[in-house]
């Protein structure tokens, strides 16, 4: 088996929580974020408590506190998004034996998994065939009701979905790693992007300058594919050795049939035709942005030049790590905008234009 199944939220009666911590939550799709509770559950032995010092703001909370997925992935309101946790550990149960109490300590988008199928046993935990428990708006196993993720200032994880960060690294600048950067270096990693091989990154933010650090970092060719004129020079200083604006069908025109392998990471609807065209022979493209509606592909354009169209989903716990301890070796974080948690509505609203450099991350020591 390695198909993945469908996510069905349910909600159980949760059971008495040990404590509540502090939250922001959406109420419904139209209500913005404010301050809420959430139930966090007493440690088991192979729990960690963490004080959550930053969160990184992803597309995808904005898709699903605006229920944009509602027919894959149906919110359950009140949903506290958050899957880019950077914290110190408060507590553990008796039996952790990865870390301690002040560990500088990250979450991503997964708090537990089955551990026992196919996938789960080869380190794709993202894959299980039970799927994962998601961070956040996804059935809460252990204590019922739903998930409630990292805007919040305390989180209750097993160790096995706890990842070891550096305390190299810049912690605000590190929290985006945990899903942007994890679901950019995945792909890259898993399609041998490296020396001599011309490579695309299609959209300029939170995952797109992540993609282009990485496909640096691994030596490749990159060439930036983006809508917004403004973003050439900061993707210049990013290390992008070509900007194509992607409106601008003649500057599309050149790059025919040229790319091994190309990332898509945009939020929106687009023609993922005019990408097929520029892949060489046996070219990859990998989406990775999770549009609210289907796009059309022409079979033609991956019958010529036998091109593949594959998709990807952030990474297992193992490979999260090996891409942290990559970022903390060659001094790789996400370009930031620091944000008060009392401004994450007007943050949705900036994300929603495109107009991030390149990440916005909340320091929850303002939730107060
Ligand atoms: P983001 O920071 O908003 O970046 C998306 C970029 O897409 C924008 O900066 C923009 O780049 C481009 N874009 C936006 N609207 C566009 C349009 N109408 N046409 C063409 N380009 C457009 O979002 P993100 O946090 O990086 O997330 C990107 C997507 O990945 C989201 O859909 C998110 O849910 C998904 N995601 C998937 C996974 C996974 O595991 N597969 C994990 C995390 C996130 P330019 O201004 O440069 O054009
Ligand atoms: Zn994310």
């Not at 913005?32 to 440690?43: D, H, K, M, Q, Y």
């Not at 994962?132 to 097993?158: F, H, M, Q």
């Not at 300029?204 to 403004?230: D, E, I, N, Q, Y």
Request: charge should be neutral.
């Amino acid at each position: 088996m390695s198909g993945v199944a469908t996510p069905v939220v349910e909600v159980k009666a949760p059971e008495t929580p040990a404590y509540k911590a502090k939250a922001y939550a959406a109420k419904s799709a139209t209500s913005g974020l404010a301050t809420f509770s959430v139930p966090r559950r007493e440690l088991r032995p192979d729990d960690v408590q963490i004080d959550i010092q930053y969160c990184g703001v992803c597309h995808s909370d904005l898709h699903q506190v605006r229920n944009e997925w509602q027919n894959t992935l149906p919110t359950v309101y009140p949903v506290v998004p958050g899957h880019e946790i950077i914290g110190r550990v408060a507590k553990t149960g008796r039996a952790v034996k990865k870390f301690k109490a002040g560990d500088i300590v990250g979450v991503g988008c997964m708090v537990n998994s089955c551990g026992v199928c196919e996938n789960c046993r080869a380190g794709d935990e993202q894959f299980c065939v039970n799927f994962p428990t998601l961070t956040y708006n996804a059935e809460d196993k252990i204590l019922g009701g739903v998930t409630y993720g990292g805007y919040s200032d305390s989180i209750v994880v097993r160790e096995a979905f706890v990842l070891r960060v550096s305390d190299k690294l810049d912690l605000a600048g590190a929290a985006p790693l945990l899903c942007a950067g994890i679901t950019t270096y995945s792909p890259l990693r898993h399609w041998n992007v490296g020396k001599g091989q011309k490579v695309g990154i299609v959209g300029l933010g939170g995952l797109g300058h992540m993609g282009v650090k990485f496909a640096k970092a691994f030596g490749a060719r990159v060439v930036l594919f983006s809508t917004s004129p403004k973003k050439i020079a900061d993707a210049k200083r990013l290390g992008v050795d070509e900007v194509v604006i992607s409106t601008n069908p003649e500057a599309m025109q050149k790059h025919l049939a040229s790319f091994d392998f190309i990332l898509d990471t945009v939020s929106a609807e687009h023609d993922l035709n005019a990408y097929l065209l520029l892949l060489k022979k046996d070219g990859t493209m990998t989406l990775v942005g999770a549009p609210e509606k289907p796009a059309p592909v022409a079979a033609f354009n991956l019958i010529l030049g036998r091109h593949r169209l594959a998709g990807s989903a952030i990474g297992g716990i193992r490979e999260t790590q090996e891409m942290l301890d990559f970022c903390a070796e060659h001094g790789i974080t996400s370009d930031i905008e620091l944000i008060k948690i009392q401004d994450i509505n007007q943050a949705y609203d900036r994300l929603a234009k495109s107009d991030v450099k390149y990440r916005f991350v909340i320091d929850m020591g303002s939730l107060k």
